[in-house]
């Protein structure tokens, strides 16, 4: 049985997992690199350990440094979190061979999720609808050229082994297709260590729809429903919600259904994602699936009641799923905003350096995932998620015009982050009108306005805080926002 956890991981989500660790009584213990060594997550921890280094692949990647940590403290389980070596399936392996509990699947079928071409294939054995596409094992670019004009163009070209949004490049005619099927190897080669690229349709202006999955060692199978993760930046996700506009009662089953058949088809044994992109015609394709926690999972456990995090703990420990399909019921509607460290208006680039304020106003529904403190530093090194805030409301008018307010009054200074941003995509009418597809951000021409307003107050709302250095959450409360602007400005 789980006694002490080992959290192999950082920021944000070693931060939930400790909270999980806590609520259920279980010791946790932090790993942290030289940059992390006054991080949140090791100063929440039960214990912590140093594991040295910068980079990720001198810490938070490096499989021998993070099972030491485990044994020299005397943890008997690892979580990987989200990223770092949450889907490498050697890490894995290796956990268990070092008698640890690995709190995720069996390696065999994270071995053949984690390739997007290997699980492709596996679906197409089971029936599972993919998209079109091709992959040779040959180096002969004239296969790719004749099959790209039978798929017709555009064409995604994907590594194999890529994820985060990272590797893919979308080509337009057959001039193009050759020199970029090179490039793609060479960038693969170099990000994700293997230069195995495959071919698919580009599908126009999807959504992307993913199911939360579980199953347990006793092969019993569940899905938590959706998640509509169309809003993103370079093919990564920012704004994530459930129930989406998109479904009605019918596709959600069916398309759950499928979900379930995907993880049973590899012997899945723990929670995981399948993702899929919609078309208009309301056909879906399976893309892949993330054989981990995922980052947006607060807003399935915000509508379905089900702490995500212990559930694995459960299955890892042996126990059959404690829920029946039937007894799963979505309610509410929950939208999650990731605050990233990053300039929207400079293509997004990463904006490290130390966060000289941070509150979180108190608002009922508002849920925050942070991985920051007032002080704390922001790597260049690691992903630069700073937190993710989640709200939760009757419906997904009063969801978004909540999140707008909390947005609104949430002080993150120190670093350039995307919380204008968000607030531009929230306040959109497109958005507004669950006009959500993966192309929203350039189709709408997302750009922060610098409306003064919105500025002011959140400034203002900053300094107040900042100022009055109170932590008085209720004299907080009973001040409206423009009060605290005015009584600043
Ligand atoms: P999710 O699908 O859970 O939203 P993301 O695609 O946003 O996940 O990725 C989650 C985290 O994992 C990010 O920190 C991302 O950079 C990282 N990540 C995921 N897959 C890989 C990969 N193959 N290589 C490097 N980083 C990855
Ligand atoms: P990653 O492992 O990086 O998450 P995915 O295959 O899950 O890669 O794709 C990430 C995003 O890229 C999708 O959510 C979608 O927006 C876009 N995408 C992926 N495949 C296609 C496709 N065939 N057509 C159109 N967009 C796609
Ligand atoms: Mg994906």
């Known amino acids: 049985m789980i006694s002490k956890v080992l959290i192999a991981n950082r920021g944000e989500i070693a931060c939930r997992i400790i909270k999980a660790c806590k609520k259920y009584n279980l010791k946790s213990v932090a790993i942290y690199s030289e940059p992390d060594k006054d991080a949140k997550h090791k100063q929440l921890a039960d214990e912590s350990y140093s594991i040295g280094g910068n980079s990720a692949a001198e810490s938070y990647l490096d499989i021998n440094k993070v099972i030491n940590a485990a044994l020299e403290t005397g943890a008997n389980a690892v979580h990987p979190g989200y990223g770092f070596l949450s889907e490498n399936p ?37 029936n599972i609808p993919v998209v079109p596409g091709f ?3 040959s180096d002969d670019l004239n296969e790719y050229i004749s099959v790209a004009k039978s798929i017709g163009y555009p064409i995604l070209i994907k590594a194999a082994d890529g994820g985060g949004g990272k590797g893919m490049r979308v080509v337009h005619n057959e001039e193009m297709l050759a020199e970029s099927i090179n490039a793609a190897r060479r960038e693969s080669l170099s990000a994700f260590g293997s230069e195995e690229i495959f071919l698919e349709k580009y599908i126009k202006s999807p959504r992307h729809i993913e199911f939360q999955v579980a199953g347990d060692k006793h092969g019993n199978y569940i899905h938590l429903f959706e998640r509509e993760c169309s809003i993103q930046r370079r093919h990564q996700k920012i704004i994530e919600e459930t129930p989406s506009v998109a479904l009605d009662s019918e ?10 058949e995907v993880v049973k088809a590899a012997g899945y044994d723990n929670i995981g994602t399948v993702e899929f992109l919609l078309d208009d015609d309301k056909n879906f394709y399976f893309l892949e699936v993330n054989a981990r926690l995922q980052v947006e999972h607060p807003i399935t456990e915000e509508t379905t009641g ?8 459960d299955i890892a420990n042996g126990m059959k799923l404690p829920y029946n399909q039937e007894d799963l019921k979505q309610s509410k509607h929950s939208i999650e905003c990731r ?3 990053e300039d929207s208006e400079n293509n997004f680039m990463p904006s490290p350096g130390k966060i000289t304020f941070y509150n979180e106003p108190n608002i009922v529904g508002a849920r925050f995932d942070s991985g920051i403190i007032s002080g704390s530093l922001v790597p260049i090194y690691y992903d630069p998620i700073l937190s993710k805030l989640i709200v939760t409301d009757e419906n997904r008018e009063k969801a978004i015009e909540k999140m707008l307010e909390v947005l609104k009054n949430y002080p993150v200074l120190g670093v350039v982050n995307t919380i204008e941003f968000l607030i531009e995509c929230l306040n959109h009418p497109e958005f507004k009108a669950g006009n959500t597809k993966t192309d929203f951000i350039e189709k709408n021409n997302i750009k922060v306005s610098k409306n003064p307003e919105f500025i002011n107050l959140a400034l203002a709302t900053a300094s107040y805080f900042e100022k009055s250095q109170t932590k008085n959450v209720e004299q907080l409360e009973n001040i409206g926002s423009w009060e605290i602007c005015s009584a600043k400005y």
Not at 96 to 107: D, K, Q, V
Not at 251 to 260: F, H, N, W
């Open 90 to 126: 050697e890490f894995n392996r290796k956990v268990r061979e070092a008698g640890l509990i690995f709190i995720g699947p069996n390696p065999e079928s994270m071995k053949i999720l984690g390739s997007k071409t290997a699980s492709r294939e596996l679906m197409i054995k089971n």
């Open 306 to 313: 089900v702490d995500l995090v212990k559930l694995q703990f």
């Open 251 to 260: 596709l959600r089953a069916t398309m759950g259904k499928t979900a379930v």
């Open 339 to 341: 605050i990233y460290a």
């Open 135 to 137: 992959k040779s094992n």
